[in-house]
């Protein structure tokens, strides 16, 4: 498969799907795009994409399928729902699927997908956010058999750096420990951020006092400054944190993997999310810290 040029179906087009179809666009892809939300398809369209609508229309017209939704049954709708992916003729065509999904869902979902209409599956969650989708700079974690893989690994490209971690579902275990070191992180630098202020020290400069030492990190030159700042604006979703940490703590039962500390941050946010907070970004958790009441 050639890049530029390819014909994309992409369902999904809310924070990560926008910025990640405005890139492919950029490329010189022909995007073809698909949500249940019509304001969503509209900004899409007005962004250049093609409008296709059921899922199975965009797949009958793409050359590859890439998937970014929300939770395992938005795929699970996406692809086996009334005129889903699975309903178009598509033997020899691959479904990417960018979200972060249930490991052994994925598996069983890849199975059902090749018996119905003989397409491959590749699960490619990513890592970096929506400016990361914009600028291809997303860390790709992939999942898949080497030939659905290499058809692919042009478009993904595009989007930022995949590797292949192994067959189906791999994709979904490297996004499992991804999250243990980025998610849990979101609750030490909240900690950290109300400790400096309240010791009364210039809490702004800290990445700049750390940096080069070793509690230097991407996160802290971020995320630090937003905390400070409480800026919350969304580049994903407090209740989205929340169900990825649930993802966590199923795999960490069904391999016997302590995890306690996930835990510890999943209570945090189910108490965030209690507050009315699941719409703001993850970092939002350092109101809990802020002693904000119920």
């Not at 390819?6 to 405005?22: E, P, Q, R």
């Not at 950029?26 to 249940?36: A, K, P, S, T």
């Not at 609508?53 to 692809?79: H, K, M, Y």
């Amino acid at each position: 498969m050639t890049t530029e040029g390819t014909t994309i179906g992409f369902v999904g087009l809310g924070l990560m799907g926008a910025a990640m179809t405005g890139r492919l666009m950029e490329r010189g892809h022909d995007v073809i795009g698909y949500d249940i939300v019509p304001e969503k398809r509209d900004a899409a369209e007005r962004a250049g994409a093609r409008p296709a609508a059921p899922p199975a229309a965009l797949t009958e017209a793409a050359d590859i399928v890439l998937v970014c939704v929300t939770s395992t049954a938005a795929v699970e709708q996406v692809v086996f729902g009334d005129a889903g992916v699975a309903t178009a003729p598509a033997a020899g065509k691959v479904l990417v699927d960018h979200s972060t999904t249930v490991t052994e869902a994925t598996r069983d979902m890849a199975q059902r997908l090749a018996a119905a209409n003989g397409m491959a599956w590749v699960d490619a969650p990513v890592s970096g956010g929506p400016p990361a989708s914009a600028a291809g700079t997303l860390a790709i974690m992939v999942g898949g058999e080497a030939a659905a893989v290499a058809t692919a690994e042009p478009v993904l490209r595009q989007l930022g750096r995949p590797t292949h971690m192994g067959p189906v579902g791999a994709g979904q275990v490297t996004k499992m420990i991804n999250q243990v070191l980025v998610l849990n992180n979101y609750a030490v630098l909240a900690e950290a951020v109300r400790l400096a202020e309240n010791a009364g020290i210039d809490t702004a400069k800290i990445p700049d006092c750390l940096a080069g030492g070793h509690a230097d990190s991407n996160m802290l030159k971020a995320i630090w400054p937003r905390m400070v700042a409480r800026d919350y604006a969304p580049a994903g979703y407090a209740r989205q944190v929340l169900k990825d940490l649930e993802m966590v703590q199923d795999l960490s039962g069904k391999t016997k993997s302590p995890t306690p500390m996930s835990s510890q941050a999943a209570m945090l946010f189910r108490l965030l999310i209690a507050r009315g907070y699941g719409e703001l970004d993850g970092i939002a958790v350092l109101k809990l810290y802020d002693g904000e009441p119920v």
